[in-house]
C-alpha cells in the first residue's frame, strides 16, 4: 500500500514532509510527539514508530504541521506526547535567548487557549480508544496559564498519573507536571 495512506487524504492541512513518504509506511505507528522541538525528552531522537511533529522548520521535525489540524488518519495513535510553550513573548529577553528557541512561546494567553482547545479535539480524534496524551507543564511564575486552566481545557481526557518534580533551574516556585491523560470514553 503506497505510504501515503498513513496520511489523511483530503484535509485542509498545510504539511511539509520531511522524510521521503516512504519512511511512513510499513512502520507501526504508536506514538505522535505532538511539539518535538529538539526532541530533548527522548534518548532515540528517531525513534521507529514516532512521529515528531512542529510548527516550526528550523527545528527539523519529521513533518512541519500544526498539531491543531494533524494531516493523520484517525485512531491512529496510542500515544500523544504535548510539551506546550509554556510562557508568553514580552518577558525580559526570553524571546531571542537559547531557551526561546528550545522552547517557543506564546504570542498572547488567547494563542494558548485556541491551542488548548484545538489539540483536545485534534488527540482524541488521532488517538485510539485506549489511547493516552502525556502532557508536561511547567508551572512557575511566569507560566501563561495555570495547570488547572490546562487541565479544564482538555477535558476529553482525565488524569490517570500525575507526576511532579523541581525545576531543573533550582527555582522553588517552579514545578514541572508529567501527567498522563487517558481518553475519556464519550471523547471522539
Ligand atoms: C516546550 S517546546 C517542546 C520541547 C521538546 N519536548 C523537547 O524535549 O525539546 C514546545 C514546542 O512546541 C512547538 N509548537 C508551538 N505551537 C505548535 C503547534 N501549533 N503545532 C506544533 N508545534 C507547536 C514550538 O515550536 C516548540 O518547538
Redesign the pocket.
Known amino acids: 500500500m503506497p505510504s501515503y495512506v498513513f496520511l489523511r487524504p483530503a484535509r485542509e492541512t498545510k504539511f511539509t514532509v520531511n522524510k521521503s513518504l516512504e519512511a511512513y509506511c510499513d512502520v507501526e505507528y504508536v506514538g505522535l510527539d505532538?511539539?518535538?522541538?529538539?526532541?530533548?525528552?527522548w534518548r532515540n531522537r528517531s525513534a521507529r514508530g514516532y512521529v515528531f511533529?512542529?510548527?516550526?522548520t528550523n527545528?527539523k521535525p519529521d513533518i512541519r504541521c500544526?498539531?491543531?489540524a494533524l494531516p493523520f488518519r484517525s485512531g491512529v495513535f496510542e500515544q500523544v506526547f504535548y510539551?506546550?510553550?509554556s510562557v508568553a513573548r514580552g518577558r525580559g529577553q526570553f524571546t531571542g535567548s537559547s531557551m526561546a528557541f528550545?522552547?517557543?512561546w506564546w504570542p498572547r494567553k488567547r494563542d494558548f487557549d485556541r491551542?488548548l482547545t484545538a489539540v483536545n479535539a485534534e488527540f482524541a480524534r488521532v488517538l485510539s480508544g485506549d489511547g493516552a496524551v502525556l502532557f508536561k507543564w511547567t508551572e512557575g511564575p511566569g507560566a501563561i496559564r495555570p495547570i488547572a486552566h490546562c487541565l479544564a481545557k482538555l477535558d476529553n481526557f482525565r488524569p490517570v498519573h500525575v507526576e511532579k518534580r523541581p525545576s531543573k533551574s533550582g527555582n522553588k516556585r517552579t514545578t514541572v507536571y508529567f501527567i498522563t491523560m487517558a481518553k475519556r470514553r464519550e471523547a471522539a
Open positions: 505532538a511539539t518535538a522541538s529538539l526532541r530533548k525528552y511533529i512542529d510548527i516550526r527545528v500544526s498539531n491543531e510539551d506546550p510553550p528550545r522552547y517557543g491551542n
